[in-house]
């Protein structure tokens, strides 16, 4: 009886310590900025009619991404929401991408007119220890920095975000790769499948 309690209390302390572990473990909350509702009306901006593009990638237009970005697509299929005029002709497409870093998940929803060429991009979701990171690229409107590229433009830092410390610019990195990733999966996914027109 006596070596069935001492175990029993045994298991008891061990789970404590095993919670107490758990509970100071370094857990952030997500920040969400914009929901997906808020962000799609944004990024699709003139649009009347709006529908839902859901795409898997060949194994063919993987190996084109992994080519051109060194990135590979790790999604079972991406959803494209895309915006068209009175007449049906695309207006813009969006796309939510994300990136998840050793300090949690970085959500970014980009904006592609019917060219493939970037018309916007907003941070929607990160974590609370990023965000402070992040804001400063925000404050700036740092997205804009990649307005007009397609997928084959520079997505680097510009010039002007040279002054930001590490962090941010590590953030600035992370978000426009993620931004081109959103162009190249556009360019393969919606537009030379010809669901621009």
Do not use: C, N
Request: aromatic residues 8%; hydrophobic residues 45%; without cysteine.
């Amino acid at each position: 009886m006596t070596r069935r309690m001492l175990g029993s209390l045994g298991a008891v302390v061990a789970g404590a310590v095993m919670l107490a572990g758990v509970a100071s473990a370094h857990i952030t909350p997500p920040v969400v900025l914009m929901s997906d509702r808020d962000a799609v009306v944004a990024l699709l901006a003139g649009a009347q009619r709006f529908f839902v593009r859901e795409v898997r990638l060949s194994p063919a237009e993987q190996a084109v991404i992994k080519r051109q970005t060194g990135w590979t697509p790790d999604e079972d299929f991406y959803r494209f929401y895309l915006g068209r005029d009175g007449q049906g002709r695309l207006v813009a497409g969006t796309i939510f991408v994300t990136e998840f870093t050793i300090h949690g998940p970085v959500r970014v929803a980009v904006s592609l007119g019917p060219d493939g060429k970037v018309r916007g991009a907003a941070v929607v979701e990160l974590t609370e220890e990023t965000y402070p990171w992040v804001k400063p690229l925000i404050d700036l409107d740092f997205a804009r920095d990649y307005a007009g590229q397609d997928s084959r433009g520079h997505f680097h830092l510009s010039d002007r975000l040279g002054s930001l410390e590490a962090m941010p610019q590590f953030y600035g990195q992370v978000i426009s790769g993620l931004i081109q990733r959103a162009a190249l999966l556009f360019e393969l996914g919606v537009l030379r499948r010809g669901d621009a027109s």
